[in-house]
Each structure stands twice: as structure tokens, then as C-alpha cells.
């Protein structure tokens, strides 16, 4: 007898990162996507608008679709519009993060919480999921708020620190779609040498955040990747992994940027608690975009290259 599915709902379900998820995850679950201004359409997926400022809706959404698991991955993210909005950037950032976590609560389901490397202040490297959190911006701000208050309200969470990259929808670009679009049109782009982070192919943040559920593991976890380097760095690898002109990359440094809200230089952080307790690797930067070359051959890329958007 096939064991019948269980159902997830995905709150961002148009971003960056909830579109992913939904469709590295919709063949082993059901689907619902809680979307805000953008409608996404997907074959299989169920997209639903939903406000996160009401908890009863989002208690009644999880009833009604008999959710078994929340992914939280809905954010303002934009560090320059969150220091122009800060009450804004609270109300979705904290506020939000918070009502998803109280209807979990009472409804008796666990969350999967993304948050952010924006938490320090940079003065430190691969920092472990103890260390002072001391973030520099609006943005680092109202995530470490969401952190405190979701583990004020439910136990039942994981908390995913992450900084993430993979392919996007024709709205939406990543980090890694930026420098592969510029590149691909023989245009130069300028990369900091002095920012230090431990970015994570998408897929493996996914899947890692599950095994975690699966292992019935809980609190916060550096889901992120093994090596620390710069953004730079990590440009050059990714031009040299897909066979283009590495000397179209420049080099830059944030320090001069005198226009840009503050940032910590380093953002690295270590995964080993996360290595530990699942006993697996998540591999090398290699090993990443390796996997992000086979996905961009696959139907989820075919997928977000043709999705359906209404706004």
C-alpha cells in the first residue's frame, strides 16, 4: 500500500527560495504555496493568497488544508528597503514570522523557520549557532527578533540560518543567477573580495532541513555550506565550473561603498553542529555548483523559467 502523502504549506510561496522548495519537495508531499501580491501558477501545487497579519486565517488555512508542516520562508530581504521601512520591515520580518509560529503552535504541527547569516556583526568567522548575536542592520535586526520570538512561542522548530543560491524565476534572481546572466552576455561584473560567507546550493538547504525534521531535530542550525570564502571567490568558481570568461569578474570591495546600509564582512558560519547531529556532509562549494548545473538540465528549472505570475 503507498503511504498516502502529507501536506506542507510554504508561506513566500512566490520567492526566491519557496518556489524551490515547492518543487524539490512536491513529488513526496502535497503542496501549498501562500502567496501575497504575485499569483503563481504551477501544475500539481496549490496557490493560495493569504495574510500573514491575521492568525486566524493562517490557523484556519492549516486546518482546512489538514497541513502537517509549515516552511516559513516569506521575508522583506532587501537590506536597503528594510533600513527605509523599519517598521515594515518588523512587521514582516518579525511580526509575520511570529503569527505563523503561533498558529503552528495551536495547531500542534512543526515550522521550518529561514533565517538569516545577517545576525553578527562580522567581527568573527565561522561562527557556531552559540555565538553573540549582534546584528549591524534593520534587517539582521528584525530576523534575530523573529528567531527569539518564534522559540518564545513554539518548540516544535527548526531554525535554518542560511544564505542561499540557485536558479530563479524570470522575477526573481539569486545570487548565482546574476553573475551567470552577466557573464552568459559577455558583460563585466564587479564582486566584493573583502565580504567572507558560507553560501549553500538551494537543494541542499531543502533537503538538509528535512533530514533535520526527519531526525526529529530542533532549535537553530547553520544549514549553510563547509567553506568560507569571499563573494569573489565564489563568482571566479562558479564562471570556471560553467566554462565562462573568468576575467569578465572584477574585483571590489564593500569598504568603499559609502552609499549602502551597514554589513558585516564576514558572514561565515560553521555547519559543523548540523554535519554532527545528521552525520552527513553537505559538501564542497564544488560539490554545490556541480549540483546547480545538473538542476539547470532538469524539469524545476524548465519549471521556474515558464511559471505563470498574476499581480
Known amino acids: 500500500m503507498l503511504k498516502?502523502?502529507?501536506?506542507?504549506?510554504?508561506?513566500?510561496?512566490?520567492?526566491?527560495?519557496?518556489?524551490?522548495?515547492?518543487?524539490?519537495?512536491?513529488?513526496s508531499w502535497n503542496v501549498v504555496l501562500a502567496v501575497n501580491s504575485r499569483f503563481v501558477c504551477l501544475n500539481g501545487i496549490h496557490s493560495i493568497k493569504l495574510d500573514l497579519s491575521n492568525r486566524d486565517l493562517i490557523r484556519r488555512l492549516i486546518d482546512d488544508f489538514k497541513i502537517d508542516l509549515v516552511v516559513h520562508t516569506a521575508g522583506l530581504t532587501s537590506i536597503e528597503l528594510c533600513e527605509a521601512n523599519p517598521r515594515l520591515a518588523r512587521e514582516v520580518n518579525t511580526i509575520f514570522s511570529g503569527n505563523v509560529a503561533h498558529a503552528c503552535k495551536a495547531c500542534e504541527i512543526p515550522m521550518i523557520h529561514v533565517s538569516t547569516d545577517n545576525l553578527f556583526d562580522g567581527k568573527d568567522q565561522l561562527v557556531l549557532e552559540d555565538h553573540p548575536i549582534n546584528p549591524l542592520n534593520i534587517y539582521g535586526k528584525t530576523k534575530a527578533d523573529a528567531e527569539s520570538l518564534v522559540q518564545e512561542l513554539h518548540s516544535d522548530i527548526i531554525i535554518a540560518r542560511t544564505n542561499f543560491y540557485g536558479w530563479g524565476p524570470p522575477y526573481k534572481h539569486s545570487f548565482s543567477d546574476a553573475i551567470l546572466i552577466a557573464l552568459r552576455a559577455g558583460r563585466e561584473i564587479t564582486l566584493f573580495s573583502d565580504v567572507y560567507y558560507t553560501p549553500i546550493v538551494m537543494s541542499e538547504l531543502v533537503q538538509t532541513s528535512h533530514d533535520l525534521l526527519d531526525n526529529d531535530l530542533r532549535g537553530v542550525f547553520h544549514v549553510c555550506g563547509n567553506e568560507r570564502l569571499t563573494k569573489l571567490s565564489f563568482g571566479k568558481l562558479l564562471a570556471q565550473k560553467f566554462s565562462l570568461d573568468v576575467s569578465l569578474i572584477k574585483s571590489g570591495d564593500l569598504a568603499s561603498m559609502k552609499n549602502l546600509a551597514m554589513r558585516p564582512f564576514d558572514m561565515s558560519m560553521s555547519n559543523s553542529k548540523t554535519v554532527r547531529e545528521l552525520g552527513k556532509n553537505l559538501g564542497s562549494v564544488v560539490d554545490q555548483i556541480e549540483k546547480l548545473q545538473k538542476l539547470e538540465k532538469s524539469n524545476i528549472k524548465r519549471k521556474l523559467d515558464g511559471i505563470d505570475t498574476l499581480r
Do not use: P, Q, V, Y
Not at 518556489?19 to 512536491?26: G, M, P, S
Open 4 to 27: 498516502e502523502k502529507k501536506t506542507m504549506l510554504i508561506t513566500g510561496g512566490s520567492g526566491l527560495l519557496g518556489l524551490n522548495w515547492a518543487l524539490l519537495k512536491h513529488e
